[in-house]
């Protein structure tokens, strides 16, 4: 592998030397994807087959850890970033041309407390990934109408789904959200901590 030209956040191309992108692929548990390498092909692919963007690199984030670690080396290059959850979004802004995308599809984890009726999900889940957990619980929220929607997206998004009408939207059922905010801190952001937490940058949980 040579040095990595890349697109800086003010549209600017710069160059990343070789071992500074080495160092961020062996921080990471999860795999760092550059064109060429396997897996990066279909990693870039979202649901909108219109979308042909090509990132420099593809942090497929294995965990919290991997996300801080993409999230640094994002701010201390100055590089281009965009987040891929369920990468439903029809307009593709889960992929960036020329910068760093942060991968979440490969956390999908959703884990169901029956007692208090709640579910922590992880930010790459679909909505077919949180209802199949639910639904063994005879639980349900509104979510996606669609079950390869990714939960995390439509819920910041608002969240229509086909329990709206006597639910309210996912945002309405959403109780807490852990990110990692632009300056690298993780925060719970909820109605009592961090309500209006400085621009969030990577949602993790929901």
Wanted: with cysteine; proline share 3%; hydrophobic share 45%.
């Amino acid at each position: 592998m040579t040095d990595l030209q890349i697109t800086t956040t003010s549209g600017t191309d710069a160059i990343i030397e070789y071992g500074t992108v080495q160092n961020l692929r062996d921080s990471l548990h999860g795999p760092l994807l550059c064109a060429g390498d396997p897996g990066y092909e279909e990693a870039r692919k979202v649901w909108n087959g219109m979308i042909d963007r090509r990132p420099a690199l593809i942090a497929r984030c294995a965990g919290v850890a991997d996300v801080i670690a993409a999230v640094n080396f994002a701010r201390a290059q100055d590089v281009l970033v965009s987040v891929r959850g369920g990468g439903h979004n029809a307009p593709g802004n889960a992929v960036c041309q020329g910068g760093l995308m942060i991968d979440l599809a490969d956390m999908r984890a959703v884990r169901v407390d029956p007692m208090r009726r709640t579910a922590r999900a992880e930010a790459g889940a679909t909505w077919g990934d949180f209802d199949r957990e639910t639904q063994a619980f005879g639980l349900a929220t509104t979510g996606g109408s669609v079950s390869d929607t990714g939960i995390a997206g439509l819920t910041l998004g608002g969240g229509l789904g086909w329990l709206a009408g006597k639910y309210g939207l996912s945002c309405d059922n959403l109780l807490s959200v852990d990110l990692v905010t632009a300056e690298v801190y993780l925060v719970v952001a909820n109605a009592t901590e961090n309500a209006s937490a400085d621009r969030p940058f990577a949602a993790l949980y929901l």
